[in-house]
């Protein structure tokens, strides 16, 4: 005997429902979530920076609704180029 949330639990954990196309709205907006060159994918990058620094550019970020990450990403290309 199942109740009645089961069977919605166990269609929600069905493998069809969990391979469905995205609307265009829930699409990964940073780099790391999207979808990388077969054979590139993203990597980790650490670095060491002050904690009120690092507070502004969230902030910033957030304000000009982009991430931290995309921005790391254009100043680095900017800088040195793309590879290969």
Same mark, same amino acid.
């Given at each position: 005997?199942?109740?009645?949330?089961? %069977?919605?639990? #166990?269609?929600?954990?069905?493998?069809?429902?969990?391979?469905? @196309? #995205?609307?265009?709205?829930?699409?990964?907006?940073?780099?790391e979530e999207? %979808?990388? @060159?077969?054979?590139?994918?993203? @990597?980790?990058?650490?670095? #060491? @920076?002050?904690?009120?620094?690092?507070?502004?550019?969230?902030?910033?970020a957030k304000?000009?609704?982009?991430?931290?990450?995309? %921005?790391?990403?254009?100043?680095?290309? #900017?800088?040195?180029?793309?590879?290969?």
């Amino acid at each position: 005997m199942t109740s009645k949330f089961g %069977d919605i639990i #166990k269609e929600a954990r069905n493998q069809e429902n969990q391979n469905a @196309v #995205k609307p265009e709205s829930q699409k990964a907006s940073k780099p790391e979530e999207a %979808d990388s @060159v077969e054979g590139n994918p993203y @990597v980790s990058l650490s670095i #060491k @920076v002050r904690l009120s620094q690092r507070s502004h550019w969230v902030a910033e970020a957030k304000r000009r609704r982009t991430s931290i990450t995309a %921005d790391i990403i254009e100043a680095l290309t #900017k800088k040195y180029g793309e590879s290969g």
